[in-house]
C-alpha cells in the first residue's frame, strides 16, 4: 500500500478527534478561551445535551477584526511565539488548536469584538470553511455557537451518549471551572431551563454551597495555610470535607494545579492518606485542593486533554498536600480518642462481645424469612443466570459441613476434598447478589417504603447520575426522584437494605454509577445491584451462629458463581487433605 499525505480535510478532522471527544469537549475549551481573554462573566447555553447545540459567551477582551480568521487556522495561538514559552505556561490555552478542531467538525457562528473597535465581527464556518463574514453590533466580548457537532463525521457522532449522560458531562466540566475560578460568575443553561450559576464573588465556600447544597458547602473545612512549603513557592489552598462526611470512592476529590484541572493519582493519594485513621476502612474524603506553584515547576504539555501535568519535584508537591491536609484536619476535626466498629457493623453484643441471643434469634430470622415477605438476608437463589464477571459459571460447591468460625470473620467447613475457609462477607455478597438480579427478572425486587421521604444533599452530577438512571433503579426497589438541583428524594429502597442509612445507600449508589463508565464495569443493573449487596451483606468481624453459617453456607452452595464475590474477590480457599497431610509430614 503506497504511503501518501492526507489532505488537509481529513488531518484537521484526526486533529480534532484528540481535542473533541464529545460536547463536554466543546465547553471545556471554550470556556478555557474564555478565562484566558479576562472574562469575569461566562455564559454557556446547551440544547440537546450539546450534540445540537452550544453557545458560550463571555465579557473578556475579544478578538481584533483583523485576527478573527486567522484565530480558526490550526496552531495559532496568543498564548506563547517560542518553544521556551512552554516551560513558563500561566494559560489554560496554549496550543492553539481548540477552535480550529471544533470548527473541523460542526458548524460554527463565531461572534467577537475587542474594547477598542466600534463594531464587532461576525463569522460563520462550516466544517473548518469560512462561509460568510459581516460586521456585527454587539459588547466587548465573544460568543461562539457551535451547531450539529460531529455532523460531518457519522462514526463520531453515532458513539456520543445519551442527552443525559452528556449534559452531566458537561455539568461536570462547568462546575470544576466554577470552582477554580470563584471570581467568575458562571451561567448554565439547559434547554432554555437555568441548571447552575456561581455567585462570581471571589469567595470558594459561596461555590461550593452552590455545587454540593448548603449543608454540604458549610460543612467543608478550609485548608489552613502551611508556611512550611512557602520556600519553595508551593502554596496549597482549597476545603476538605470533615471526617464524619465521606464517599465510598475518590471520586469527590478534585484537584487544581495553577488553575488547571488535573487527574492525578499521587496527590488523590496524598490527600487520602491525610485521612489515615480519621475515615472507616474504604472510605474517601470530598475535597477541593488547590495547589499552586511556579509555572516553571510544573509541565502542562504531557496529555492531549492537558488533564494531567508532570511535577519538577513530585515528591515535594505531594508532602505539601498531604501535610497542609492533615495539618486542617488535626486543627480542626481532633482525632478520636479511642477507636470503635464502623456503624454500619449489624452488631449487638453484650459485656463480652459476643452477640446476645436475641440477636441471633433475629438474624437467623431474617435468614429464612423471604417465604414469609419479610426482609430476607440470605435466600436460597433459584433459577439465577447471572452475567457479571466474577468466575466462571456452572461449577458448584460440594456438600459441606460447618465446624465453626475463625476470628469472626471466616467460616470453616469441611468438604468431600478437604477444608474450605469461606469469607463470610463476600460469600453473602455474592448470594444476595444472584438473588437481588433473580427477583428483578421474575417478578421486581422487594421494596421498602420509607415513612417520610428522606431529601438527600449531593453533588449535581450525582443528582444528574440518579435521574439518568431512575428507571434503573425503580426496577431494583428503589424510588428516588430529584427534588431540585443538588437534592433527591428517596422515597424507598430495596428492602435487604432497609435497616441501613439511605443517605449512604444512594451516596454509595451514586458513586458505584460514577465508577460505572469504567471499561468491563458490567451493565448498570449489575454496578448498582453490587453496590447494595455490598451494603447489605453480613460484615466481617460479624458473630455468627450456627445456624446462620449453615443457612448461609447452603445458600452458596446453590449459585451459579459460588467461588468469587459480585466483584472479583474468592469468596473460599480449599485447602486439600492431600495439602495438609504435606503440612503435616504425613
Known sequence: ??????????????????????????????????????????????????????????????????????????????????????????????????????????????????????????????????????????????????????????????????????????????????????????????????????????????????????????????????????????????????????????????????????????????????????????????AVVLVNLPPAEVDVNVHPAKSEVRFHDGDAVFRAVQRAVRHTLLEKSPVPVATH????????????????EARRRERLAGLKSHSTGQQSHIE????????????????????????????TTYIVAEGPGGMFLIDQHAAHERVLFEQLLAERERMGVASQTLLEARPVEMAAEAVGLLEEHVNTLDGLGFQVEPFGRTTVLIRALPAIVADADPTQVLEDVAASLEAGDAPLAGTIEETIARQVCKRAAIKAGQVMAQAEMKELIRALEQCTNPRTCPHGRPTMIH????????????
Open 341 to 356: 466498629l464502623p456503624t454500619s457493623w449489624p452488631i449487638s453484643s453484650d459485656q463480652h462481645g459476643q452477640d446476645t
Open 1 to 286: 500500500m503506497p504511503i501518501r499525505v492526507l489532505s488537509e480535510e481529513v488531518a484537521s478532522k484526526i486533529a480534532a478527534g484528540e481535542v473533541v471527544e464529545r460536547p463536554s469537549s466543546v465547553v471545556k475549551e471554550l470556556v478555557e478561551n474564555s478565562i484566558d481573554a479576562g472574562a469575569h462573566d461566562i455564559r454557556v447555553e446547551i440544547r440537546a445535551g450539546g450534540k445540537r447545540f452550544i453557545r458560550v459567551a463571555d465579557d473578556g477582551c475579544g478578538v481584533t477584526a483583523s485576527e478573527v480568521e486567522v484565530a480558526f487556522q490550526r496552531h495559532s495561538t496568543s498564548k506563547l511565539t517560542t518553544a521556551d514559552d512552554l516551560s513558563r505556561i500561566t494559560t489554560l490555552g496554549f496550543r492553539g488548536e481548540a477552535l480550529a478542531s471544533i470548527a473541523a467538525v460542526s458548524r460554527v457562528t463565531f461572534i467577537t469584538r475587542a474594547p477598542d473597535e466600534p463594531v464587532g465581527i461576525r463569522v460563520r464556518l462550516e466544517g473548518g470553511r469560512l462561509i460568510a463574514r459581516q460586521e456585527s453590533g454587539r459588547p466587548p466580548g465573544t460568543a461562539v455557537t457551535v451547531e450539529d457537532l460531529f455532523f460531518n463525521v457519522p462514526a463520531r457522532r453515532k458513539f456520543l451518549r445519551t442527552e443525559r449522560t452528556e449534559r452531566r458531562h458537561i455539568d461536570g466540566w462547568l462546575t470544576r471551572y466554577a470552582i477554580a475560578y470563584p471570581n467568575v460568575r458562571f451561567t448554565l443553561n439547559h434547554e432554555g431551563r437555568a441548571a447552575f450559576q456561581s455567585p462570581g464573588s471571589g469567595r470558594l465556600r459561596d461555590v461550593l454551597v452552590a455545587v454540593y447544597g448548603l449543608e454540604l458547602g458549610v460543612a467543608f473545612l478550609e485548608i489552613t495555610p502551611d508556611d512550611q512549603h512557602a520556600s519553595s513557592g508551593i502554596r496549597v489552598t482549597g476545603f476538605v470535607s470533615p471526617p464524619a462526611q465521606h464517599r465510598a470512592n475518590r471520586g469527590y476529590i478534585t484537584l487544581f494545579v495553577n488553575g488547571r484541572w488535573v487527574q492525578d493519582s499521587r496527590l488523590t493519594y496524598a490527600i487520602v492518606q491525610a485521612y489515615h485513621t480519621f475515615l472507616p476502612n474504604r472510605r474517601y474524603p470530598l
Open 575 to 586: 485447602l486439600s487433605v492431600e495439602q495438609l497431610a504435606r503440612e503435616f509430614g504425613r
Open 380 to 407: 436460597v437463589p433459584t433459577g439465577v443466570a447471572a452475567t457479571d464477571a466474577g468466575g466462571p459459571s456452572g461449577e458448584k460447591l460440594p456438600p459441606l459441613r460447618v465446624v465453626g468460625q475463625l476470628g
